[in-house]
């Protein structure tokens, strides 16, 4: 099993970049592939990105292409979802999540593992 600790989140203008990092702790860590998730209020959790156990492979939904980025560092127990060109539509609580499964998946019930949580929103 592993425990998953998100930080990076805050308030952030229209157009700006946010760096989310999620720590593990687990010795396994690098036997999972690893996810990303948002929701905001009233909504369901969505796929944003995941990435295989070894970072050969990433898989990202259509509304954040081009603009997020998901990355690992297993060396350091580390996922990350660097956040460009932010939008009002990008607010959200952001997940991230671990999968035991031996194929990339993008439906929150294929994820074993949750993150707190992080919060992303908009600068008055």
């Known amino acids: 099993q592993v425990q998953l600790v998100e930080s990076g989140g805050g308030l952030v203008q229209a157009g700006g970049s946010l760096r989310l990092s999620c720590a593990a702790s687990?010795?396994?860590?690098?036997?999972?592939?690893m996810g990303w998730f948002r929701q905001a209020p009233g909504k369901v959790r969505d796929f944003v990105a995941a990435i295989t156990w070894d970072g050969g492979s990433t898989d990202y939904a259509e509304s954040v292409k081009g603009r997020f980025t998901i990355s690992r560092d297993n060396a350091k127990n580390a996922v990350y979802l660097q956040m460009n060109s932010l939008n009002p539509e990008d607010a959200a609580v952001y997940y991230c999540?671990?999968?035991?499964?031996?194929?990339?998946?993008?439906?929150?019930?294929?994820?074993?593992?949750w993150g707190q949580g992080a919060q992303v929103a908009d600068s008055p």
């Open positions: 999540a671990a999968s035991t499964g031996w194929r990339v998946r993008t439906r929150p019930l294929d994820y074993n593992y």
């Open positions: 687990g010795r396994t860590f690098n036997s999972y592939h």
